[in-house]
């Protein structure tokens, strides 16, 4: 991938979680982005509640998902990390 596809797949990715934040800090959580891989996988790690919560996987597909599916199309799939 193009650093600057990338780079303006990072910036799509960063404004859904911002506008996903209030959501996911009323329940004491929150997601960060951790990458982009080359092949347009976005990688997220679940913080806080959303860390162990049973949820989360609904979390990511009802809501991060689904809004990239709308901000930037061109993402493959989301994936939580931990580390």
């Given at each position: 991938?193009?650093?600057?596809?990338?780079?303006?797949i990072i910036e799509k990715v960063n404004n859904t979680?911002?506008?996903?934040?209030?959501?996911?800090?009323?329940?004491?959580?929150?997601?960060?982005?951790?990458?982009?891989?080359?092949?347009?996988?976005?990688?997220?790690?679940?913080?806080?509640?959303?860390?162990?919560?049973?949820?989360?996987?609904m979390t990511l597909k009802a809501g991060l998902v689904?809004?990239?599916?709308?901000?930037?199309?061109?993402?493959?799939?989301?994936?939580?990390?931990?580390?």
């Open positions: 991938m193009i650093e600057s596809k990338k780079q303006e979680l911002d506008q996903l934040r209030p959501f996911l800090h009323a329940d004491g959580g929150d997601m960060e982005l951790v990458d982009v891989t080359n092949d347009a996988v976005v990688q997220v790690r679940l913080l806080g509640a959303c860390s162990d919560c049973s949820m989360s996987a689904d809004a990239l599916k709308t901000a930037a199309p061109e993402v493959k799939s989301v994936e939580a990390v931990s580390f």
